[in-house]
């Protein structure tokens, strides 16, 4: 089964860059684009990054999103930390039968 | 703007049956897939199920295949999840989530939670 694997958390200070990780267990990233959702606590999940790097209006350009087809893995880059993005953060794509998969979320704190 | 409202949740005993409902609005395009998504306590997102615009096409994880039912009414813009022989590993806030097909911008509903307990 496709797998998304993320790290469990990652910390950071207000200001600064922070790159949280999602790597695919097979090839399918060559294929299927990878979105991100940022989910705050208590509240519904939103969408800051889908078809790999596009942002959604509204969210600030200190959010990109890239893929390394050769490690299989996407990337979430937050730049300038703010407190307000502290959340959890999930990578979401697709397997071979195109049934959705997520990966296990990364909480991030500033 | 897209809105999505679940609703339907709430406490059901193991092995009972519930049906949540969600209700789509503010949306232009014209083709689209509807998923829905749950997310137990203190956990993570998990895929149920998805349902294209015009429910041609249903899929499902394999944790629910044969006990959920995913099915949609164009004329309400509403889609549905039917789940019976609810396990107590179930209780979860279930959102649902849409985006068309063309582009793979999701947007959520606020949740709907449901409860399996004895």
């Known amino acids: 089964n496709f797998m998304l694997t993320q790290p469990h958390s990652v910390s950071e200070s207000p200001g600064k860059t922070v790159t949280i990780s999602c790597t695919g267990s097979?090839?399918?990233?060559?294929?299927?684009?990878v979105q991100w959702f940022q989910q705050r606590p208590g509240s519904a999940p939103t969408t800051v990054i889908y078809?790999?790097?596009?942002?959604p209006s509204g969210v600030p350009d200190r959010f990109s999103g890239s893929i390394d087809s050769s490690s299989n893995s996407a990337t979430l880059t937050i730049s300038g930390l703010k407190t307000e993005d502290e959340a959890d953060y999930y990578c979401?794509?697709?397997?071979?039968?195109?049934?959705?998969?997520f990966g296990g979320g990364t909480k991030l704190t500033v | 703007e897209v809105q999505l409202v679940e609703s339907g949740g709430g406490s059901v005993q193991p092995g009972g049956s519930l049906r949540l409902s969600c209700a789509a609005s503010?949306?232009?395009?014209?083709?689209?897939?509807m998923n829905w998504v749950r997310q137990a306590p203190g956990k993570g997102l998990v895929w149920v199920s998805r349902?294209?615009?015009?429910?041609?096409?249903?899929s499902y994880a394999d944790s629910v295949k044969g006990r959920f039912t995913i099915s949609t009414d164009n004329a309400k813009n509403t889609v549905y999840l039917q789940m019976n022989s609810l396990r107590v590993e179930e209780t979860a806030v279930y959102y649902c989530?849409?985006?068309?097909?063309?582009?793979?911008?999701?947007?959520w509903g606020q949740g709907t939670t449901v409860t399996v307990s004895s």
């Open positions: 349902i294209s615009f015009d429910g041609s096409s249903a």
């Open positions: 097979s090839g399918s990233f060559a294929s299927n684009y």
């Open positions: 078809e790999d790097h596009q942002r």
């Open positions: 503010g949306f232009t395009f014209r083709t689209y897939w």
């Open positions: 989530a849409i985006h068309d097909t063309t582009h793979l911008l999701w947007a």
């Open positions: 979401q794509s697709y397997d071979t039968s195109n049934h959705v998969v």
